[in-house]
């Protein structure tokens, strides 16, 4: 049997990154835990200081089959390359023809863009394009394939 799992991303503005994840992903805010109306209900239940609850944000799958995501906050800004990452499959897989799934990756790629990432690079493969590279807001990097 599979273990459940999710994903932690550490930075700067736990919020701010967690809009972008939802936009890119189509995720939506993790609902507060049962028998809480909210978040903030939640956070005073269990005695978590105001002061400290913009440290972290939380994204499911609206449909319950992606892992969750969380942004917790850390002090320190990235620094070096990502050593895990994630592959935004906008283009439908590499089962897609790519003349129908690179226009799908330009087209997410530029959405992805006006929503604050950062076009790195363009990957080939067989001597056309594969993949684009891109950051996030807070230079974590991804690939759109």
Same mark, same amino acid.
């Given at each position: 049997?599979?273990?459940?799992?999710?994903?932690?991303?550490?930075?700067?503005?736990?919020?701010?990154?967690?809009?972008?994840?939802?936009?890119?992903? #189509?995720?939506?805010?993790?609902?507060?835990?049962?028998?809480?109306?909210?978040?903030p209900e939640w956070?005073?239940?269990? #005695?978590?200081? &105001?002061?400290?609850?913009?440290?972290?944000?939380?994204?499911? +799958?609206? +449909?319950?089959?992606?892992?969750?995501?969380?942004?917790?906050?850390?002090?320190?800004?990235?620094a070096a390359k990502?050593?895990?990452?994630?592959?935004?499959?906008? #283009?439908? #897989?590499? +089962?897609?023809?790519?003349?129908?799934?690179?226009?799908?990756?330009?087209?997410?790629? &530029?959405?992805?863009?006006?929503?604050?990432?950062?076009?790195?690079? &363009?990957?080939?493969?067989?001597?056309?394009?594969?993949?684009?590279?891109?950051? +996030?807001? &807070?230079?974590?990097?991804?690939?759109?394939?």
């Amino acid at each position: 049997m599979a273990i459940r799992w999710s994903l932690t991303v550490d930075c700067t503005d736990p919020a701010a990154l967690a809009r972008f994840w939802a936009a890119a992903l #189509g995720y939506v805010e993790r609902p507060a835990p049962e028998g809480f109306a909210s978040w903030p209900e939640w956070l005073t239940h269990h #005695g978590v200081p &105001e002061a400290e609850w913009d440290d972290g944000a939380y994204l499911s +799958d609206p +449909d319950g089959a992606a892992p969750g995501l969380s942004f917790l906050k850390v002090p320190e800004r990235k620094a070096a390359k990502n050593r895990l990452h994630l592959d935004v499959q906008a #283009g439908g #897989g590499r +089962d897609t023809p790519w003349e129908v799934r690179w226009p799908r990756v330009l087209a997410a790629a &530029e959405r992805l863009t006006a929503a604050g990432a950062k076009v790195l690079s &363009e990957e080939a493969l067989r001597g056309r394009p594969d993949h684009l590279v891109l950051a +996030d807001p &807070e230079g974590n990097e991804f690939c759109v394939l």
